[in-house]
């Protein structure tokens, strides 16, 4: 019974993790409407979201050791129900960006508590169930566009719309529920540490060359992951002009191709390596991004079939970690999506002040020309990183085969 709880906290915290991330797509345009916000102000509220998470990675793997991987999972739902009603009053962008930023507080919280929760558990066919885990986060990636999308629309008693606020005050009460088997379950044990996390340190991670490409990978890869469910309801509306319903269709076909890829491509991924199936795979997203951009609207569905590729990107570093650095999976964990975060901040503002750049430079063309423009160049970033992250592994990959070693 025990495993049933404890694969309840895992697979439901991916579940509302997935949930929390990507309503914002249909939301961000809403938002950008009531409070008259330009691309670099969505770009600067994104960083700063980003930036939370990455306060939460600093914390969060020296919290589960003092207080308790139960503890501190329970907080990181609690923060993120908080930051939903949070977000819910907001009364205007500085106001919503705190409470964003409090959100992705208990998000990386929450995500660094479940990877470590993770890799105790998963000792076995550690890629497959890593990518298992990462199934549920993108499972709720899927219906999360739709359903909010839906619910902004939910007409009250009073005839008001429910609109982006009450949605978000719904979807994040949802946190709650994994509570309950975090209270219920028996939690493994914290390993010693004198058997682990002083075995890999810090300071030892920040002399090793691969750890710094792992760094390289899982950032780049994650800013293009992350980005896509930010962005591309918006580009889609703005470029092409289509109804927020389509495109946030179309961003539900991604989390499908997303989803499935997780779940099919996970056992791959023990069976041909670590490296050498990210790095075939981040190709591939980035080449669909890149062409979808090239073929204009009726290329469209690539934006969608770029989540095979990107997909098992996280999961799979995730499996590399544990196997890597068996004795201190937590400090490896904690000290590459910290800077990974540090990346996630840099990437949002990079594509925020890219689209606005380039819209100014090209001003001349008109506001439409140049709108699009803006936004192609933006998308872009997003492919290139992608790319980048399937360059880096190939680095790695070189770097590694050259020692002996095999992941």
Known sequence: MNEIWLLSIVFGGFLVFGLSENVKGPAIPRMQLDFGLNEGQLGLMLALNS????????????????????????????????????????????????????????????????????ARIFVKNTGFLMNLSHFFYGLSSIVAPIVAASMMGWRLPGGDALGWRGMYVIVLMLSLLPVIPALLGRLPAEPAHDE????????????????????????????????????????????????????????????????????????????FGYTMSIMVLSLSS????????????????????????????????????????????????????????????????????????????????????????????????IGAMALLCAAACLVLYAYLRKRGERY
């Open 51 to 118: 930036l939370g998470y990455l306060v939460a990675c600093t914390f969060t793997s020296y919290l589960a050791d003092k207080v308790g991987i139960r503890a501190t999972s329970i907080a990181a739902f609690v923060s993120m129900t908080v930051g939903g009603v949070l977000i819910g009053v907001s009364n205007g962008f500085q106001a919503l960006t705190a409470s964003y930023f409090f959100m992705y507080i208990g998000n990386g919280m929450l995500e660094i508590a479940l990877a470590i929760l993770a």
């Open 286 to 381: 980035g080449v669909c991004s890149i062409a979808a951009l090239f073929a204009g609207e009726s290329g469209a569905i690539l934006f969608a079939l770029a989540g095979v590729g990107i997909a098992p990107i996280y999961p799979t570093v995730m499996a590399l970690l544990a196997k890597r650095y068996p004795r201190g999976t937590g400090t490896a964990i904690t000290f590459t999506v910290t800077l990974m975060g540090i990346g996630s901040v840099l990437g949002n503002l990079a594509i925020g002040g890219l689209i606005e750049g380039v819209r100014d430079l090209y001003a001349d063309r008109g506001e439409e020309a140049s709108g699009l423009l803006g936004l192609q160049a933006g998308y872009g970033f």
């Open 196 to 271: 682990a996390e002083e075995r890999i340190s810090y300071r030892k991670l920040l002399r090793d060359p691969v750890a710094w490409l792992i760094v390289l990978v899982l950032t780049s890869g994650v800013i293009s992951e992350l980005s896509i469910g930010s962005w591309l309801v918006n580009f889609l509306e703005k470029a092409y002009d289509w109804s927020p319903t389509d495109a946030s269709g179309m961003l539900s076909a991604f989390f499908l191709c997303f989803t499935l890829a997780r779940l099919l491509l996970g056992p791959l991924t023990d069976r």
